[in-house]
């Protein structure tokens, strides 16, 4: 079992950058593949990026260059750097961990409650 905690989020302008947290517990945090993804009002919940057990990342096209998916074993932490942020980048962000999931939410079977990017133009 993970418990996933997401922090970071908030009100900001465009072109302001934000670092979005996601604390998990467990002791095989390690062996997780870790993905963000994000719901807007009104759309299906969509892939942002996820980083393996080996540090290797992959990016929605949407969000390449600016967004930056990180993760610190030590401290049980995967980070989501959003750089240059648009309007349309406003949503609910999630974390979530996976065995083995790549790009779609039923590939992960664990949820944070989300955390609210808003950003105005």
């Known amino acids: 079992q993970v418990q996933l905690v997401e922090s970071g989020g908030g009100l900001v302008q465009a072109g302001d950058s934000l670092r979005l947290s996601c604390a998990a517990s467990?002791?095989?945090?390690?062996?997780?593949?870790m993905g963000w993804f994000r719901q807007a009002p009104g759309k299906e919940r969509e892939f942002v990026a996820h980083?393996?057990?080996?540090?290797?990342?992959y990016y929605a096209d949407s969000v390449k260059g600016r967004f930056t998916i990180s993760r610190d074993n030590a401290k049980n932490t995967v980070y989501l750097q959003i750089d240059s942020l648009k309007p349309e980048d406003s949503a609910v962000y999630y974390c979530a961990a996976s065995v083995s999931g790549i790009f779609y939410p039923y590939e992960y079977a664990y949820w944070g409650q989300g955390t609210q990017v808003t950003v105005s133009s």
């Open positions: 980083i393996n057990w080996s540090d290797i990342t």
């Open positions: 467990g002791r095989t945090f390690s062996s997780y593949v």
